[in-house]
C-alpha cells in the first residue's frame, strides 16, 4: 500500500483555454508566485513542498499531451471531473480574502463545515474551476 509512503500535493494541473488571461488571474488576483512559463505551460509555486518539491499549481495549454500520450479533444467545465481544489489560508488573512473578492467582483459563496472545523471562501477562476480557500477553526 503507498498510504504511508505520501509526503503532500505535489501539483495540480489545470488544462486552459486561454494561458494568458489564466496566468494573468493566478499571478495577479490570487497572487501566486510565477516559477516558469512557456506558451504550452506556467508553473506557480503554492508554497513550501516535502525536500525541494514545491507545492504547485501549473497551467497546460489543452494541445498538451498527457503522460500516457493521449490528446483531449476539448476543455470544458461542464465536463471537467475536478470539482474543486483548496489552498490552505491562516485564519487571520479570511477577512481581507473575502474583502478582495468584493472590491474584485469577483463571483464567490462561504461555507462552514463544523464537522470538520474549516471556515472556506469559494471562487471561479476565468475558465469557471472553482476554488477553495480554507482555514482550520477551532471555535466551529
Given amino acids: 500500500m503507498i498510504n504511508n509512503k505520501i509526503k503532500g500535493l505535489g501539483e495540480i494541473i489545470l488544462r486552459v483555454n486561454n494561458m494568458e488571461l489564466m496566468k494573468n488571474f493566478y499571478q495577479e488576483i490570487i497572487g501566486l508566485q510565477l516559477i516558469q512559463e512557456s506558451e504550452n505551460y506556467t508553473f506557480f ?39 474543486h481544489f483548496a489552498l490552505e489560508i491562516d485564519k487571520k488573512d479570511y477577512d481581507d480574502i473575502l474583502e478582495l473578492c468584493k472590491n474584485s467582483q469577483l463571483e ?30 477551532s471555535n466551529l
Avoid: C, M, R
Fill in 45 to 83: 509555486k503554492i508554497a513550501e513542498g516535502y525536500k525541494g518539491h514545491n507545492q504547485t499549481l501549473a497551467l497546460f495549454a489543452k494541445t498538451n499531451l498527457n503522460a500516457f500520450n493521449e490528446k483531449f479533444e476539448d476543455i470544458s467545465f461542464k465536463k471537467t471531473t475536478l470539482h
Fill in 108 to 137: 464567490y459563496t462561504t461555507e462552514k463545515f463544523d464537522w470538520i472545523k474549516w471556515k472556506s471562501i469559494f471562487i471561479k477562476d476565468p475558465e469557471n474551476n472553482v476554488i477553495e480557500f480554507v482555514f482550520y477553526d
